[in-house]
């Protein structure tokens, strides 16, 4: 049996049936049943219904109606990056920031872990879409699945159903992704081997992408990373490498839209890596009287020029798949708000009455909390009660502050692109790209302290290209070529590029910046150089703003503190050239001569004497 050899992205006669596909799986996988999705509200009542019986699923008391908690293996509790390949007939069009595996191999791989990986469970098959069913920026795809928490929260987080299925049916191209969480029920005598768990899950696991042919193999995993395969695998990954064959982008971002005091709109974008803060961007309450923030997406764009040359992005998500630990009504209360119910926690801690907590929602915990592995917990035991990558997950419809055009199937032009990092030191609040081909730079070269939404170390500063280093499905010298090029190819229209950074610390550890509402006053900023009403100051970093330029009224912020904010330190930026420079040596010739002239560049900028 081959099981990537065709490619069902491909428009014309090679998209191949659906039903033969699923035949195929099932007939690898061999799970006792095989159940379609139609995507109804009966479906999840089912699902839901059988989760709560197989003790998945922990319905909660009111208020939070319709929600549940779930606690995952203590050893499946976020995307597993070094288990996470890339499948390319040569290596270097993975690159060497991704797994690489030769294709051959890695289906023979495959075959043998999901060869009866489902015997005795539910093969269920869900048709979706990404964006818009029939979208001009949309994309379709089916996942199978044995997992009843991967099924429901496809079921929120894309469009599931009858709809995305007769378009598959009719013939359209489709991203055939298969999942398994490696957890066979009987044997291959069909006598029962084990009793089935509340979150099952393998030891062993692989996630695998096939770019060239256009396939997503996800094994042994239930968390949303690994196994909501319409998100980060194919929305990411599969799609990146989509958009540069067919000249789009798939992009980590949010996507907002802004309303100045004087009604003037703007649709801004911004990449943050995982945990740097895009679902709290996206879902800002501005604390600049006047300033109205809507959110279209939190996580995943994809953007294409369209006939005007404009760039338009729609966000292929239907539902948010958010961090919990420092979600509360003071940091961020349209996300609190919208949790008020059919929200699925996971890894939260629960509360003495079954409700579920997460450090930061109140500022003391309360007492007899039970933490996420399911043991008491106590301030004292000196570990955190939720997960520090506990999610909730929830449909985009209940976000309050929901922008009217979020599902527009043709999209909202971009206006801004910001690109954020976690970093301690360096980089200032804001800097505006000089040009297109700095911002590229900026982007390329941002760099992050890493967060629990990947496994390892917690804090280590790495370089995150475009805050895509996990999910770039090419080489990511390749992806910086893409960008000049969809660049020169917008022109005039292209979006203002800037680099932003909410997690600058001062000498004893704390943050210099509010964050949160409060970066509505670098939005304003962003937005009066969007109008030319305002001067910058030309950095190693790019165009800062001059500090009466920023708008800090009514906020507990030292003038030193502020001045500090906005430095760029030509020293500091001397050893960031050289930690670019070890980027760049990865990619060898690879590296698009643009960006190569712009680390020159910074390299005299900031061993020279420029600055104000
Ligand atoms: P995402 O994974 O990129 O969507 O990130 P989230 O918006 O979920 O935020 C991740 C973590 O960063 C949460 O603990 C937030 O409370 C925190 N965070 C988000 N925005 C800010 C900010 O502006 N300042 C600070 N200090 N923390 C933030
Ligand atoms: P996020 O990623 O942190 O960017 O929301 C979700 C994930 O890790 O799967
Ligand atoms: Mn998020």
């Known amino acids: 049996m081959t099981l990537i050899d065709d490619n069902p992205t491909t428009t ?185 768990v509340a979150w099952p899950s393998n030891e062993t696991k692989l996630i695998a992408h096939f770019p060239e042919s256009r396939q997503i193999w996800s094994f042994g995993s239930g968390y949303g990373g690994n196994a909501l395969l319409g998100k980060k695998c194919f929305a990411l990954r599969i799609a990146s490498a989509m958009g540069r064959e067919e000249g789009w982008l798939a992009e980590h971002m949010l996507l907002v839209r802004v309303t100045s005091p004087e009604g003037r709109q703007y649709h801004v974008a911004g990449a943050f890596p995982s945990a740097c803060g895009k679902t709290n961007f996206a879902m800002m309450t501005p604390s600049l009287p006047g300033w109205k923030v809507e959110t279209l997406g939190d996580d995943i764009v994809w953007m294409r020029r369209d006939e005007q040359g404009r760039l338009r992005a729609i966000n292929p998500e239907a539902g948010f798949f958010g961090v919990a630990p420092g979600t509360s009504e003071a940091t961020n209360p349209a996300a609190h708000q919208m949790l008020w119910g059919n929200t699925i926690f996971t890894n939260c801690a629960q509360t003495a009455d079954g409700d ?111 805050a895509m280093l996990p999910f770039t499905g090419y080489n990511a010298a390749d992806h910086w070529s893409h960008w000049l090029e969809q660049g020169e190819l917008l022109g005039e229209n292209a979006p203002a590029l800037f680099s932003v950074n909410w997690f600058r610390k001062d000498a004893d550890g704390g943050f210099l910046w509010p964050g949160f509402g409060e970066n509505s006053r670098v939005l304003e900023w962003v937005v009066a150089r969007l109008e030319g009403r305002v001067d910058a100051v030309d950095t190693p970093a790019g165009l800062v703003p001059r500090t009466e330029d920023l708008d800090v009224a009514g906020i507990d912020l030292a003038r030193e503190a502020l001045e500090e904010l906005l430095t760029a330190d030509p020293a500091d930026y001397a050893r960031e050239a050289d930690g670019v420079a070890e980027l760049f040596a990865l990619f060898g010739d690879r590296v698009p001569a643009p960006l190569l002239a712009q680390l020159e560049e910074l390299r005299q900028r900031s061993g020279g004497a420029l600055g104000a």
Not at 47 to 52: D, N, R
Not at 54 to 61: A, D, H, I, R, V
Not at 378 to 394: I, L, M, Y
Not at 414 to 442: E, K, N, S, Y
Request: glycine fraction near 10%; proline fraction near 9%; include cysteine.
């Open 12 to 196: 014309g006669s090679e998209v191949p049936d659906v039903h033969a596909w699923v035949a195929r799986i099932a007939e690898l996988t061999k799970p006792a049943r095989v159940v379609w999705c139609d995507g109804s509200g009966a479906e999840r009542h089912r699902l839901i219904a059988m989760g709560v019986r197989k003790g998945t699923l922990e319905p909660l008391p009111e208020p939070h109606y319709g929600s549940y908690l779930v606690r995952s293996a203590p050893d499946d509790v976020a995307r597993v990056e070094d288990r996470t390949v890339i499948a390319t007939t040569d290596p270097d069009d993975a690159g060497p920031t991704n797994n690489w595996r030769d294709p051959v191999d890695l289906e023979a791989e495959l075959v043998e872990l999901f060869d009866g990986s489902m015997r005795g469970r539910t093969m269920w098959v869900v048709p979706f879409s990404m964006g818009p069913v029939g979208g001009p920026i949309s994309q379709l795809g089916v996942q199978v699945t044995d997992s009843l928490y991967a099924v429901l929260s496809m079921g929120t987080m894309t469009r599931v159903g009858t709809a995305a299925r007769e378009l598959i049916e009719a013939g359209a191209p489709w991203v055939p992704a298969v999942h398994s969480v490696g957890y066979p029920l009987e044997d291959e005598f069909g006598q029962p081997v084990r009793e089935d």
């Open 356 to 466: 579920v907590w997460w450090e930061g929602l109140t500022p003391t915990p309360p007492l007899g909390l039970v933490d996420w592995t399911g043991q008491p917990w106590s301030p004292e035991s000196g570990r955190p009660a939720a997960h520090p990558n506990a999610r909730f997950t929830v449909a985009a419809e209940q976000c309050p502050t929901l922008a009217d055009s979020w599902d527009d199937p043709e999209g909202v032009v971009v206006d801004a692109i910001l690109f954020g990092g976690r970093r301690a030191t360096t980089v200032p609040l804001v800097a505006q790209a000089r040009d297109w081909a700095h911002g590229v730079f900026l982007g390329a070269t941002m760099a992050s302290e890493k967060t629990a939404a990947a496994e390892g170390v917690v804090g280590e500063v790495r370089r995150d290209p475009f």
